[in-house]
């Protein structure tokens, strides 16, 4: 069975290698070629933590974005260093609708997940119902410092800000069982499952990953509840990652919340903007 809509809700428009260096207009073209191919119908793009000739800045991908109804737009924050995210322009952007939702890059940005000087940054997010989305478990990057992005730190935040809604990226990588207890634990907390492979999965890594995301499904309940999807694309083809959805023989009205709707909700996405293939382009 196919879901009725598909949303990828983890996709980035960075470049991330020196060889393959393009234009992030191409990058927006290819996105949404790939997304014509495999049947995703929107696309969460999420902007890093940093600004340089890699990684665009949110104000850039607000003018090449803001009119597309295929895309929504989700703000990473800068919170170390000198270039800062400015709050107040942060939440400028949240109150025009020009972002659906904040992105935490701990670990990468060198602070844990339950820093306290993240309060305002939560203050924010639950004033204009947005979804702060928080990378957990392994990291891209040798430099990051995986400690601080352990998913358990996850429940910290989620216990302090209850009426914040918290998407933990990438289900904590490899603390599956622990991020299975965050979310178990805490109506407030939502995951995608970006992220658990670079380009394409092999056949082994596959079998493994189905395996334990099942372990985490039967330990959660219900999944269809907290669990989204999302690929990490560019890091991750959007082919085997909508393959992969299909493997994990989930009922009928679960695909349909894991595809879209919990997704839709979260970061207020029309239904009358998303369209209807539901992965058509992939044979399970």
Not at 67 to 74: F, G, I, K
Not at 94 to 101: A, H, P, Q
Request: proline content about 5%; charged content about 25%; hydrophobic content about 40%.
């Amino acid at each position: 069975m196919r879901p009725e809509r598909l949303i990828d809700c983890h996709t980035h428009l960075n470049n991330y290698h020196e060889s393959t260096r393009r234009p992030t207009t191409d990058h927006v073209q290819d996105l949404f070629a790939k997304m014509d191919e495999v049947g995703v119908d929107h696309a969460v793009v999420i902007s890093s933590y940093k600004v340089d000739m890699d990684r665009p800045s949110v104000e850039h991908l607000i003018e090449l974005l803001a009119a597309d109804p295929r895309t929504t737009l989700v703000e990473g924050l800068r919170w170390r260093g000198e270039a800062r995210t400015d709050l107040f322009g942060l939440e400028e952007r949240i109150r025009d609708g020009l972002v659906k939702g904040i992105k935490l890059y701990p670990g990468y940005d060198h602070y844990p997940i339950n820093d306290a000087s993240l309060e305002t940054v939560f203050r924010i997010a639950a004033k204009h119902d947005v979804p702060v989305m928080i990378h957990t478990g392994d990291t891209y990057a040798k430099t990051a410092k995986v400690r601080m992005a352990h998913p358990l730190l996850v429940d910290d935040v989620a216990v302090d800000y209850p009426d914040v809604k918290l998407v933990m990226c990438h289900l904590g990588n490899p603390w599956f069982q622990d991020a299975a207890e965050v979310l178990y634990k805490n109506d407030n907390v939502f995951a995608d499952i970006s992220g658990l492979t670079l380009g394409e999965f092999t056949y082994d890594f596959e079998r493994y990953v189905a395996m334990r995301l099942k372990d985490m499904i039967t330990y959660m309940g219900d999944p269809g509840k907290q669990l989204m999807y999302g690929s990490d694309w560019p890091l991750v083809h959007m082919k085997p990652y909508v393959r992969l959805l299909h493997e994990l023989d989930f009922t009928d009205e679960q695909l349909e919340n894991i595809a879209w709707r919990t997704a839709a909700r979260l970061f207020r996405v029309p239904v009358d903007r998303i369209g209807s293939r539901g992965g058509e382009g992939v044979v399970p």
